[in-house]
Nanobody, 121 residues
Framework: QVQLVESGGGWVQTGGSLRLSCAAS????????MGWFRQAPGKEREFVAG????????YYADPVKGRFTISRDNAKNTVYLQMNSLKPEDTAVYYC??????????????WGQGAQVTVSS
């Protein structure tokens, strides 16, 4: 059963960049499709980006297309989310998640504890 730990959150001004990392343990990392989600105060958790187990396939939610990049290093059991051109509306707790099978926006069974990202205007 895979365990996930996020890092790299923090505070940044509008237009800035942050990179989130999610380290996996206790599982065969390259068996899992990985995803990033976020939850803003008072809102439901939403899908942000997903990457296939091999890393060759990616999928992004419309609000982050062209600004965020998901990637993974299977040798390091880590998935990343590079966030550029950040906006105040990107402020949220960001979660990484894992599932078996193809990239989906739902159906993730394993979750990290979350990392706060705050973008100030």
């Amino acid at each position: 059963q895979v365990q996930l730990v996020e890092s790299g959150g923090g505070w940044v001004q509008t237009g800035g960049s942050l990179r989130l990392s999610c380290a996996a343990s206790r599982g065969t990392f390259n068996n899992y499709t990985m995803g990033w989600f976020r939850q803003a105060p008072g809102k439901e958790r939403e899908f942000v980006a997903g990457i296939s187990s091999s890393g060759r396939g990616t999928y992004y939610a419309d609000p982050v297309k062209g600004r965020f990049t998901i990637s993974r290093d299977n040798a390091k059991n880590t998935v990343y989310l590079q966030m550029n051109s950040l906006k105040p509306e990107d402020t949220a707790v960001y979660y990484c998640a894992a599932r078996q099978g193809v990239i989906r926006t739902t159906g993730y069974g394993y979750w990290g504890q979350g990392a706060q990202v705050t973008v100030s205007s």
